[in-house]
Structures are given as C-alpha cells and as structure tokens.
Nanobody, 128 residues
C-alpha cells in the first residue's frame, strides 16, 4: 500500500544544519498527519514535530522549538524537517510516521508512540 522513506541523515558538527525528507509512496489521505520522531541510544522513541496534510497546522516539541521547521509539499507527497543549530542531544535515529490527525497529535506528545505507518529511519549524529 503506502510506504514512507526517510532520507537526509548524516554526521554534522554542533551548530550545523541538516534537512530530512520523508517521501510517501502510494495514495495517502489528506486527513492524515505526518510526524517526525526520534530515538536516541538507550532512550525511548519520542515525538519531535508533526504537520497536518489538510490545513498545514504544526507541532514542535519544546526541545526543538525555534531550531527545527517542518514543512510539506503535498504535490510531491514529501514532508521535510529542517534542523538548524543542531546539538549533540539531537543525535538519534529519526523516523517519519503517518496516522490520522487526532491520533498523531496525541502520540507526538508521548513516548513509545503507536501509529499506523512508519518509515525505516535515518541516523542523525551531531558531534560536539
């Protein structure tokens, strides 16, 4: 059916920038939201940001507000996460995920989220 594929991870120095992409293949409803989650070594998976595909409303975790920006190109079925002023604490495997808006809005604020569809993850490493 639908697949999510993340890309754009890599190794950057603290203070640097990186842009992640989440490409959705196949048919995906505008009622779904796309979220970014991350899991650091030895830590639980946690929400970072999400965007609604119908109205573009966004959410950011407190830890990334002012540094990360989520955006969507619905014609390309792609969601981006622009990450600026990266910190070593941002080091993690980053996953994109899809689910209907209300479910995404809830789980993006929790740890160990349960969502309908996940990508495979892309590794972001920030050196000090």
């Amino acid at each position: 059916e639908v697949q999510l594929v993340e890309s754009g991870g890599g190794l950057v120095q603290a203070g640097g920038s990186l842009r992640l992409s989440c490409l959705a293949s196949g048919l995906i409803s505008d009622r779904y939201a796309i979220g970014w989650f991350r899991q650091a070594p030895g830590k639980e998976r946690e929400g970072v940001s999400c965007i609604s595909r119908d109205d573009g409303s966004t959410y950011y975790a407190d830890s990334v507000k002012g540094r990360f920006t989520i955006s969507s190109d619905n014609d390309k079925n792609t969601v981006y996460l622009q990450m600026n002023d990266l910190k070593p604490e941002d080091t993690a495997v980053y996953y994109c995920a899809a689910d209907i808006g209300p479910v995404m809005r809830y789980f993006v604020t929790t740890k160990n989220p349960i969502l309908e569809l996940w990508g495979q993850g892309t590794l972001v490493t920030v050196s000090s």
